[in-house]
C-alpha cells in the first residue's frame, strides 16, 4: 500500500480558499488512480473528485463542480485539491486515496487512505 499524508486544512470564512496536498510515499504514485473523498460529522464518507495517473480528469462531484480543482505532479508524489468559494457545508474531514479503479467514485474502488485533514468553513 501506498503511504499518504494529507495537509493544508483548516479554518477558513465563507468564500475563502484553501490548497491541500497529499504526499504519497512510493512511486507507485504515479500509476495510481486517486482521489479526495470527504466526511462530516455524522454523515457518509463522500466522494468529492478523482485523477488518473496521467493528470487526466474522472470525475467531480456536484457538489464540487465549478469550484474545487483536483490535480497531481508525479515528479513530487502530490495529489492537491483546490478549494474555491467554499461554503459552511464543504466542512469535513477530507481524505486522499490512491490505486483506484473502476468506477473510482466509491470509498471501495481505493486501496489506500490518509488519516485526513480537518477543513472548516465558518465566519
Known amino acids: 500500500q501506498v503511504q499518504l499524508v494529507e495537509s493544508g486544512g483548516g479554518l477558513v470564512q465563507p468564500g475563502g480558499s484553501l490548497t491541500l496536498s497529499c504526499a504519497a510515499s512510493?512511486?507507485?504514485?504515479?500509476?495510481?488512480?486517486m482521489a479526495w473523498f470527504r466526511q462530516a460529522p455524522g454523515k457518509e464518507r463522500e466522494f468529492v473528485a478523482a485523477?488518473?495517473?496521467?493528470?487526466?480528469?474522472?470525475n467531480y462531484a456536484g457538489a464540487a463542480k465549478g469550484r474545487f480543482s483536483i490535480y497531481r505532479d508525479n515528479a513530487k508524489n502530490t495529489l492537491y485539491l483546490q478549494m474555491n468559494s467554499l461554503k459552511p457545508e464543504d466542512t469535513a474531514v477530507y481524505y486522499c486515496?490512491?490505486?483506484?479503479?473502476?468506477?473510482?467514485?466509491?470509498?471501495?474502488?481505493?486501496?489506500?487512505w490518509g488519516q485526513g485533514t480537518q477543513v472548516t468553513v465558518s465566519a
Open positions: 512510493e512511486r507507485a504514485f504515479s500509476t495510481s488512480a
Open positions: 486515496s490512491a490505486g483506484g479503479r473502476s468506477p473510482f467514485l466509491t470509498v471501495r474502488a481505493y486501496d489506500s
Open positions: 485523477i488518473r495517473w496521467n493528470g487526466d480528469l474522472i
